[in-house]
């Protein structure tokens, strides 16, 4: 069973910046896809950040040029590097790694930015 291990959320406020961590009890290397999703108060998880095998990278509309997602495979860490927070990337940020296995997700990490 994959165990995906996020850390690094807390409060912060607007214009700050946080380094979120996710940890995985596997090899990353060789996954097809590894991501970061946010679930916003009232609202669907949704991906934020997406990092491929090949080192790719895609961003939503809403984070574009403020996140930045890297991946660390000899540590197995993905990092997502968030700066100009706004009080709407509040939410819980979630770890995802995908594999030819299946998908995992993590158990989540909570952003508040608040002033």
């Known amino acids: 069973q994959v165990q995906l291990v996020e850390s690094g959320g807390g409060l912060v406020q607007p214009g700050g910046s946080l380094r ?4 995985a ?6 996954a097809d896809v590894l991501a970061w999703g946010r679930q916003a108060p009232g609202k669907e998880r949704a991906l934020v950040a997406t990092i491929s095998y090949g080192r790719d990278t895609g961003y939503s509309e809403t984070v574009k040029g403020r996140f930045t997602i890297d991946r660390d495979n000899a540590k197995n860490i993905v990092y997502l590097q968030m700066n100009s927070l706004q ?4 939410g819980i940020y979630y770890c995802y790694l995908q594999t030819t296995r299946g998908f995992y997700w993590g158990q989540g990490t909570q952003v508040t930015v608040s002033s």
Do not use: Q, Y
Not at 87 to 90: A, F, K, P, R
């Open 20 to 23: 979120l961590s996710c940890e």
């Open 25 to 30: 009890s596997t090899n990353i290397a060789n």
């Open 87 to 90: 009080i709407e990337d509040t």
